[in-house]
């Protein structure tokens, strides 16, 4: 791994937000100045392809990358805000009602956020 991707995880890991390859990029910008954009990128995509990080795609909206943790997510459908719940693991319902093991799975709900709602 290199020093860069290293230093990438340590801040995905470390981060309570679900922060964005251009806000990860500005990140490691303050510690490593003469990274460049697509560095970041190439080891985001290589460390999600590697199970290191979670790659959270939402419609409209760049993905953000999230530690492994177990957990999942809850996703405001007006303004996009984005926050960590945890749910009963549902690994042995799911495998069960397929019949077979699953890898993973990423569940993510929608709701209006309490900011939203006042509106």
């Given at each position: 791994?290199?020093?860069y991707a290293k230093r990438i995880l340590e801040i995905v890991d470390q981060s309570d937000e679900h922060m964005t390859a251009e806000q990860l990029y500005l990140e490691l910008k303050k510690t490593e100045p003469k990274?460049?954009?697509a560095t970041v990128y190439n080891n985001l995509n290589t460390m999600?392809?590697?199970g290191l990080i979670r790659k959270l795609s939402l419609e409209g909206s760049p993905d953000r990358y999230d530690k492994i943790k177990k957990h999942d997510h809850?996703?405001?459908?007006k303004c996009g805000a984005l926050s960590d719940m945890t749910f009963r693991?549902?690994?042995g319902d799911l495998e069960r009602?397929?019949?077979e093991g699953i890898l993973s799975y990423d569940l993510?709900?929608?709701y209006l956020c309490p900011k939203c709602r006042e509106i």
């Amino acid at each position: 791994m290199t020093r860069y991707a290293k230093r990438i995880l340590e801040i995905v890991d470390q981060s309570d937000e679900h922060m964005t390859a251009e806000q990860l990029y500005l990140e490691l910008k303050k510690t490593e100045p003469k990274v460049v954009q697509a560095t970041v990128y190439n080891n985001l995509n290589t460390m999600y392809k590697e199970g290191l990080i979670r790659k959270l795609s939402l419609e409209g909206s760049p993905d953000r990358y999230d530690k492994i943790k177990k957990h999942d997510h809850l996703v405001c459908k007006k303004c996009g805000a984005l926050s960590d719940m945890t749910f009963r693991d549902m690994t042995g319902d799911l495998e069960r009602q397929l019949g077979e093991g699953i890898l993973s799975y990423d569940l993510k709900v929608f709701y209006l956020c309490p900011k939203c709602r006042e509106i």
